[in-house]
């Protein structure tokens, strides 16, 4: 891990280069294809719903830009010598929340048992957490059902509320968003970050300005004093209002809009492998879909049916029409960055038509089915039109393909509800390891796991090794452990994988601020000179 005083120098180098061109008062206007969810930290476990809640809330400890974890609310964390089962963490001191009220040892805790609660998007990263103890003001314990090793690498999203502005605001709970519930906290926020929220209209313009009491004052650049948020779903109208200068600063340039960004006079493109893969799901556990033209039986439960769909996918075509080079095929549900990934599992199927219709044909599905798919098209790269190519793929192995594009917002409570048969969903993996990956989409949905798992599939004994890996102490051995469950996933062809993402952040050449690898732009480390 990187030593706090290593990241507090670049910090102030960075704030000097910052203070030597862009003034401090300058104003960041930020545009994406979507909005986040909502403002509540714990109601939605979603990419670009975190990157919003990063400016304005904080966890206990963070991935910076280079993905390293490292300390925020937090200033020190350690397994206790005498019981390996509890983690104590070491709170910063002087911290305020945007009211002025003081961060302490009560929120923390207070914290932690929200994101337990059961509307929580976020209780599957506490599974192993048995109980949480504050020991004084500024120091808790996070005990664990057995030791538990990697316990941090599941606290980079879990972010810090004021217990006392959450219950005077009757927000104990998390907003449950899958019953389509509105909470004070989905729609106002008191947190402890660099930025504080002024105004916000979702899915139009959200407005956020430096919070002048942030702990952080000296330590990061903090070179914008106010950001304009924009959502802009139409890929076109986003290139636009950059190259126009309407915005400084796009999350997304469209693939087909790489070079245009880039040879533009003071614009730039930068670059990098995201964490994140793209799948298609199928609901192969339900007795008979209600979407597909068979009566009384389910063609995905065969996984003959599952094996062919993935064969008949063309993953090089869309690579290279679709995505414009800018994706990594693959077949697993895992990005490289993440513990359990090797080549093998990478290795993407050869496409083959013929054989993907004897397969159908030996499910007895020779003449086909019909089935709507359910896809976003406001939240991943391209992502409406790389449904569409599939349709055309599937279409030739005699799977018609009804296409059911929405808005994320849409999109993925049928995915929560277990509303939808066969859907499109992209997973980034915060905590760098496989068990994030079983625990939300492996393991048969349960009370506290398997919460965007709506393929129906529930194998008692995957199951048991999933939540093994989290007592497992022995790494060679949770690592097997971690291979046998990736073995039967492959095996039983649980998912469709499709590819891994490639960010591209397009800016004003002004601006250096490095691609991090979860798509989470810090903007407390962004730079203008």
């Known amino acids: 891990m990187k030593s706090f005083n290593h ?28 909005d986040s969810l909502t403002l509540d930290p714990h109601a939605q476990n979603e990419g670009p719903t975190h990157a919003l809640a990063h400016q304005i809330y904080e966890p206990l400890l963070h991935r910076d830009m280079d993905g390293q974890i490292t300390p925020a609310l937090a200033t020190n964390w350690k397994a206790l010598d005498d019981n390996p089962n509890v983690w104590r963490f070491t709170l910063r001191k002087g911290v ?23 509307t929580s998007a976020m209780k599957e990263l506490l599974t192993s957490v048995k109980e949480i103890r504050k020991v004084d003001d500024h120091t808790i314990d996070m005990e664990t059902n057995g030791a538990n090793p990697l316990l941090i690498n599941n606290l980079t999203n879990l972010f810090m509320m004021d217990s ?60 914008a004093s106010e950001i304009v948020y924009t959502p802009i779903q139409s890929a076109a109208t986003r290139v636009a209002a950059l190259l126009s200068g309407e915005v400084d600063f796009i999350q997304d340039v469209p ?29 192969s556990g339900k007795a008979d879909l209600e979407t597909d033209n068979v009566d009384g039986k389910n063609p995905f439960a065969d996984v003959r049916v599952r094996r062919a769909m993935n ?40 496409y ?65 509800n277990k509303t939808t048969e066969f859907y499109m969903l992209g997973w980034g993996v915060p905590t760098f390891d496989s068990h994030y990956i079983f625990n939300f989409l492996v393991h048969e949905t349960t009370e506290n796991r398997g919460s965007w798992n709506n393929t129906g599939y529930a194998n008692a004994d995957v ?40 960010l591209n952040w397009g800016m004003k050449n002004g601006i250096q601020f490095d691609v991090q690898p979860e798509d989470q732009p810090h903007f407390k480390y962004l730079v203008m000179n």
Request: contains cysteine; negative net charge; glycine residues 8%.
């Open 164 to 223: 006392g502005w959450t219950e005077a605001n009757d927000a104990s709970a998390p907003q449950d968003v899958a019953a389509g519930e509105t909470t004070f906290a989905s729609q106002n926020t008191n947190g402890t970050g660099a930025y504080m929220l002024v105004s916000r209209v979702p899915d139009q313009k959200t407005v956020l300005k430096a919070n002048p009491s942030y702990w952080g004052k000296g330590q990061f650049p903090l070179a």
């Open 352 to 416: 083959d038509v013929a054989a993907a219709k004897a397969l159908m044909a030996d499910a007895g599905y020779g003449d086909g089915f019909s089935i709507t798919l359910n896809c976003p098209n406001d939240r991943y790269i391209n992502d409406e039109a790389i449904c569409q190519a599939a349709v055309g793929m599937l279409g030739q192995i005699g799977v018609k393909v009804n296409l059911d594009a929405k808005p994320k917002a849409q999109h993925f409570p049928l995915i929560k």
């Open 463 to 502: 199951n048991a090794k999933i939540v093994a890996l989290e007592s497992e102490t022995d790494l060679a051995k949770r690592d097997g452990i971690i291979g046998e469950i990736w073995a039967q996933v492959q095996e039983d062809q649980l998912y469709l994988p499709i590819h891994n993402q490639v």
């Open 7 to 34: 990241i507090l120098g670049a910090g102030v180098l960075a704030a000097s280069v910052a203070m030597s061109g862009f003034a401090s008062a300058d104003t960041l206007r930020w545009a994406r294809s979507g």
């Open 255 to 283: 693939v087909q809009d790489l070079g245009r960004v880039a040879g533009e006079d003071g614009l730039k493109v930068v670059t990098a492998a995201q964490n994140r893969v793209i799948f298609f799901g199928m609901n």
């Open 96 to 118: 305020t929340f945007h009211d002025g009220a003081e961060f302490n040892a009560d929120d923390a805790v207070y914290s932690f048992k929200r994101a337990m609660m059961p």
């Open 311 to 350: 064969i008949a996918i063309n993953r090089d075509a869309i690579k290279k029409v679709v995505m414009r080079d800018q994706s990594s095929p693959t077949n697993v549900i895992m990005p490289p960055f993440v513990n359990g990934w090797n080549e093998s599992l990478d290795q993407i199927p050869a």
